[in-house]
């Protein structure tokens, strides 16, 4: 089952503005990964933030993680219409490595 | 990053038919492989953890028999759906790591008439 639960579920924002997509778990991480996937389309990896980081960027992106609250936040600033997509948090916990992903928030970027 | 990519991206077959699906690591050696599948507007839910050399581990509720994966090198892991059933539709999407990320395929959609 799906350990974390992202909201919003939607998102619709004009071109140019912030976009905040925030993720909730429920055990103690390794690490806390954001990826992208567009209708159809396979997973494309955005950034990885370990259990002892509090923040991370790469390009317009800014992640932080909160591990006393289990949480973590994407920010994508000045939006473009290509950044259209939905966004997934996963997170990677076990002696498998393997991934547990969000429920996903699907970001549109109006024109 | 690392390249994973997965064939055919797109499968129509016939009730009772079988379907493999190939995963493959591109530029980097993995000697586990996850699979995953899709239903439409909902996220990824892990069917079993592939091991190169030894057997699959699958997620609860998931049939070994019916989803057979084999992970003969550490560059390929394939997934057969057996007698494929108009339920088994859905999109079907592997990854591998390489180091602390997974990567992903493209998927594969697959849809049993």
């Known amino acids: ?27 103690s991480i390794n690490n806390l990964q954001w990826y992208r996937q567009n209708s159809g389309r396979g997973l494309v990896h955005l950034i990885l933030i370990r259990s ?9 992106l800014r992640v932080t993680l909160d591990t006393s609250k289990k949480s ?37 970027v109006l024109p | 990053g690392a390249v994973v990519s997965q064939h055919p991206s797109r499968v129509i077959c016939k009730s009772g038919t079988s379907v493999k699906i190939e995963c493959r690591s591109l530029d980097f050696q993995a000697t586990t492989m996850f ?8 996220s990824l839910m892990l069917m079993a953890t592939s091991n190169e050399g030894s057997k699959a581990t699958y997620e609860q509720g998931v049939e070994k028999d019916k ?3 084999n992970h003969a090198s550490l560059t390929l892991s394939t997934l057969t759906v057996t007698s494929a059933h108009p ?6 999407i592997c990854s591998a790591r390489d180091k602390a990320v ?8 697959l849809t049993v008439l």
Do not use: V
Request: glycine share 8%; net charge negative; with cysteine.
């Open chain 1, 1 to 27: 089952s799906q350990q974390g639960e992202e909201d919003p579920q939607a998102l619709s924002i004009q071109e140019g503005e912030n976009a905040t997509m925030n993720c909730s778990y429920k055990t």
């Open chain 2, 102 to 109: 997974q990567f992903f395929g493209p998927g594969t959609r």
């Open chain 2, 67 to 69: 989803f057979l994966i």
């Open chain 1, 72 to 108: 973590s936040s994407l920010l994508i600033t000045a939006s473009r219409a290509a950044d259209t997509a939905s966004y997934f948090c996963a997170t990677d916990s076990g002696s498998a490595r393997q991934l547990t992903f969000g429920s996903g928030t699907q970001l549109t």
């Open chain 1, 52 to 60: 002892n980081e509090r923040e991370k960027h790469s390009g317009r």
């Open chain 2, 35 to 42: 699979w995953y599948r899709q239903f439409p507007k909902q």
């Open chain 2, 87 to 92: 339920e088994d539709s859905s999109f079907y």
